[in-house]
């Protein structure tokens, strides 16, 4: 999580406003009246921060303007470049017939940067930690292969999920799966699905994915708020989990350390896909509601008063962001961390499905190996089995 933020943090870097470099000294702006120089506008587009404060307050002023009587008068105290100056810094008086949160936002300039940052390590970086987790996990299931079932099976079932608890999981993991493939096309579909399958056929495939992506995101938030209510009681941390960290789950050892219901493991992938999945829900919302939800400008407030942002070298972030530029960066958040859940879903599936004997039935039928329940969960049948011998079958509470 913190790595994300720290990635995150340096992506937004680039949005920072150029910030006022103290120590140099004032670039000689006369021989331009006051606006920028030919040197100020290389210096920007070799990348280089440049204090634009010349120019956002330089936007004329029109109680300076001669009055109407004298000559030139009705020109006013403002020129053209002072207008698009105050357009640029959003400090023009605008009003417009539609009163939408961005109406009166005529230019904004986080776009480019937005662009390439989405077309570039974005995309490139996901990418890799998507197949890098791919591949790992097959290198994984050729050094350790399957985890099986060490001892002697005993032919009774254990019920380890009831069927709501089933339709809770079924309904995440279908519509995150849903999700994950329909982001994706969205993400790469430029880049790979319309040199492979041309405009046409990609311009259908995009509709339905968008059309797909919006609607079913209702499901996983659903489905999000079911296995937290559910299952939360049993992710609590505890003691046990320290020695099952201790002995990694002894996925490499003989024996298997003892664990509740969920091990350390299961609790990890549990607050993920919590955490993760609620921030996703989050930034998903400000998306599907554009300008409604400004999560951004807040938290770097925060992040600024805190001193949070200082500690991490990254100096004052924006707080005076464009309704657009909150938009980019949702888009560049919500995707940056779900690639992250969906690089720690990929290794859930596997030790869920392939990676371990035993294991699916759980999500399945809801029945599991008693065998299978003693080696993974052992002081959770242990909990079963005091609770059956407590409740004898076919008693009934006394009145
Ligand atoms: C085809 C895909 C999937 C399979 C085969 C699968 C399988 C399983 C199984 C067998 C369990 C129960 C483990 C046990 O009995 O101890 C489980 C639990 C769970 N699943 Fe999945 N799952 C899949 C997809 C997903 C997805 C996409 C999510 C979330 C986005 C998810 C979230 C969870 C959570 C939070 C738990 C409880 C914690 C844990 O056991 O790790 N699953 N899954």
Same mark, same amino acid.
């Given at each position: 999580?913190?790595?994300?933020?720290?990635?995150?943090?340096?992506?937004? %870097?680039?949005?920072?406003?150029?910030?006022?470099?103290?120590?140099?000294?004032?670039?000689?702006?006369?021989?331009?009246?006051?606006?920028?120089?030919?040197?100020?506008?290389?210096?920007?587009?070799?990348?280089?921060?440049?204090?634009?404060?010349?120019?956002?307050?330089?936007?004329?002023?029109?109680?300076?303007?001669?009055?109407?009587?004298?000559?030139? $008068?009705?020109?006013?105290?403002? %020129?053209?470049?002072?207008?698009?100056?105050?357009?640029?810094?959003?400090?023009?008086?605008?009003?417009?017939?539609?009163?939408?949160?961005?109406?009166?936002?005529?230019?904004?300039?986080?776009?480019?940067?937005?662009?390439?940052?989405?077309?570039?390590?974005?995309?490139?970086?996901?990418?890799?930690?998507?197949?890098?987790?791919?591949?790992?996990?097959?290198?994984?299931?050729?050094?350790?292969?399957?985890?099986?079932?060490?001892?002697?099976?005993?032919?009774?079932?254990?019920?380890?999920?009831?069927?709501?608890?089933?339709?809770?999981? *079924?309904?995440?993991?279908?519509?995150?799966?849903?999700?994950?493939?329909?982001?994706?096309?969205?993400?790469?579909?430029?880049?790979?699905?319309?040199?492979?399958?041309?405009?046409?056929?990609?311009?259908?495939?995009?509709?339905?994915?968008?059309?797909?992506?919006?609607?079913?995101?209702?499901?996983?938030?659903?489905?999000?708020?079911?296995?937290?209510?559910?299952?939360?009681?049993?992710?609590?941390?505890?003691?046990?989990?320290?020695? *099952?960290?201790?002995?990694?789950?002894?996925?490499?050892?003989?024996?298997?350390?003892?664990?509740?219901?969920?091990?350390?493991?299961?609790?990890?992938?549990?607050?993920?896909?919590?955490?993760? $999945?609620?921030?996703?829900?989050? %930034?998903?919302?400000?998306?599907?509601?554009?300008?409604?939800?400004?999560?951004?400008?807040?938290?770097?407030?925060?992040?600024?008063?805190?001193?949070?942002?200082?500690?991490?070298?990254?100096?004052?972030?924006?707080?005076?962001?464009?309704?657009?530029?909150?938009?980019?960066?949702?888009?560049?958040?919500?995707?940056?961390?779900?690639?992250?859940?969906?690089?720690?879903?990929?290794?859930?599936?596997?030790?869920?499905?392939?990676?371990?004997?035993?294991?699916?039935?759980?999500?399945?039928?809801?029945?599991?190996?008693?065998?299978?329940?003693?080696?993974?969960? %052992?002081?959770?049948?242990?909990?079963?089995?005091?609770?059956?011998?407590?409740?004898?079958?076919?008693?009934?509470?006394?009145?």
């Amino acid at each position: 999580m913190f790595r994300m933020l720290m990635a995150l943090m340096l992506s937004l %870097s680039f949005v920072t406003i150029a910030q006022a470099q103290e120590d140099a000294p004032a670039p000689d702006r006369s021989a331009t009246g006051g606006a920028q120089t030919l040197e100020d506008i290389l210096a920007r587009q070799r990348g280089e921060e440049v204090d634009n404060s010349f120019r956002r307050s330089n936007i004329g002023d029109p109680d300076g303007a001669a009055g109407l009587a004298n000559q030139l $008068g009705t020109l006013g105290g403002a %020129s053209d470049p002072d207008l698009w100056r105050a357009l640029r810094f959003g400090e023009a008086k605008i009003t417009a017939s539609n009163d939408g949160p961005a109406a009166t936002t005529l230019i904004q300039d986080g776009g480019m940067r937005w662009l390439l940052f989405r077309e570039g390590p974005l995309a490139t970086y996901g990418g890799y930690l998507l197949g890098g987790t791919i591949v790992l996990l097959v290198l994984f299931f050729l050094i350790r292969g399957r985890i099986r079932i060490d001892g002697e099976r005993t032919g009774r079932k254990i019920e380890r999920f009831k069927a709501i608890e089933r339709f809770g999981h *079924w309904l995440l993991a279908g519509s995150f799966i849903l999700l994950g493939i329909t982001g994706l096309v969205s993400l790469f579909g430029r880049k790979v699905l319309i040199p492979a399958f041309g405009h046409e056929a990609f311009a259908t495939v995009a509709l339905l994915s968008k059309w797909v992506h919006n609607n079913v995101s209702w499901a996983f938030m659903v489905a999000l708020i079911m296995i937290f209510v559910m299952w939360v009681i049993h992710n609590l941390p505890d003691r046990t989990d320290i020695n *099952w960290l201790l002995k990694g789950g002894g996925i490499f050892s003989k024996g298997h350390p003892p664990a509740k219901k969920f091990n350390a493991g299961q609790k990890l992938i549990f607050w993920s896909v919590i955490v993760l $999945g609620t921030s996703i829900s989050v %930034s998903g919302l400000a998306l599907l509601f554009p300008f409604e939800i400004n999560l951004f400008a807040p938290t770097f407030a925060k992040l600024n008063n805190l001193g949070i942002s200082a500690a991490l070298g990254l100096g004052e972030l924006p707080t005076a962001l464009a309704p657009h530029e909150e938009m980019q960066l949702s888009q560049l958040w919500h995707a940056i961390v779900s690639f992250a859940l969906m690089a720690i879903i990929l290794a859930h599936i596997y030790i869920g499905s392939v990676g371990m004997e035993g294991a699916y039935d759980a999500m399945g039928t809801g029945q599991v190996e008693e065998q299978w329940a003693r080696e993974h969960h %052992s002081l959770w049948v242990d909990e079963v089995k005091a609770k059956e011998t407590d409740t004898p079958q076919g008693a009934t509470p006394a009145e």
